[in-house]
């Protein structure tokens, strides 16, 4: 009788002993499992990452090889341009149009040598910078386009925002950049119609960032393309390369920012947040 009970006890030690030890195990295997899956995620975030830095290389070598072809004909023009304004006078009738054809080829050809700085990945050189007066020599660089456009701009500077810790020259492509394409949305509106684009900077203290708005009143962007507006080659436009906003996305991406794009039928708003004095590289 007692070996019977102590058989009875052994067993019963030992199934315990088995559940306990079952639970350590499933633990152990269930800390595995989420270590692999972990581990998993991981490579395949390396792994995206790998894939976007080779489509960024190929776009760097695509739009350099683009804007070479486009630059040889723009600097011949532009010669040319300048070879008849030393031949015209003031008073002639043409002189006017000409001056104005010398001013645009100039800026555009300005425009490509520093597309071109960037897209060969030139290092970014940051240093503290005053984003107002990027934004304001931006705009006075755009500021014969828009008139010739009929397109009303006004700039609302907040004079309390912080210098930021950024690449100049980066800054003001992009936001060189965002008006033009709310000139170029701005161009679907019928004639006649007020077209307008209000850019505002503003400082929101409680997270230290310096945050810039691009407004215009143009027709809006379709809602299911919203979400691929920052993608490389795509375009809502007939005619666009997809280029432009891919390429203020990963400069103020790189500069510790973030962009975001809002739209209706009453217009789209391009928002900028950049880090205030946060000398991160």
Avoid at 170 to 195: D, T, Y
């Amino acid at each position: 009788m007692t070996i019977f009970i102590c058989l009875i006890v052994f067993l019963l030690v030992m199934m315990m002993w088995l559940v306990i030890e079952n639970r350590r195990l499933s633990q152990e295997n269930l800390q595995k499992t989420m270590k692999l899956e972990s581990t998993i995620k991981e490579l395949k975030t390396a792994q995206i990452k790998l894939m976007e830095s080779s489509k960024k290389s190929a776009l760097a070598a695509l739009s350099a090889g683009i804007l070479h072809q486009i630059s040889q004909p723009i600097t011949a023009i532009h010669g040319f341009i300048r070879f008849m304004k030393k031949e015209m006078k003031p008073e002639d009738v043409f002189y006017k149009p000409v001056m104005l054809m010398d001013e645009q080829s100039t800026y555009i050809r300005d425009m490509l040598e520093e597309l071109m700085e960037l897209v060969r990945h030139r290092k970014i050189q940051k240093d503290l910078v005053d984003v107002n007066g990027v934004l304001s020599k931006a705009m006075n660089l755009l500021s014969d386009e828009l008139r010739i456009r009929r397109v009303g701009w006004g700039l609302d500077l907040d004079n309390e925002l912080p210098e930021v810790f950024a690449d100049a020259l980066h800054l003001q492509q992009v936001f060189m950049n965002l008006a033009v394409n709310a000139m170029e949305a701005l161009s679907e509106k019928p004639s006649g119609l007020a077209r307008t684009i209000e850019i505002v900077t503003k400082w929101d203290k409680t997270q230290d960032r310096a945050i810039i708005r691009f407004k215009d009143n143009g027709p809006g962007i379709d809602p299911q393309l919203l979400g691929n507006i920052f993608d490389h080659f795509f375009s809502t436009k007939e005619k666009g390369s997809g280029i432009g906003l891919a390429l203020c996305h990963d400069l103020i991406v790189e500069h510790g920012g973030k962009i975001d794009v809002e739209s209706n039928q009453e217009g789209t708003v391009f928002i900028i947040r950049l880090p205030c004095l946060t000398k991160t590289t």
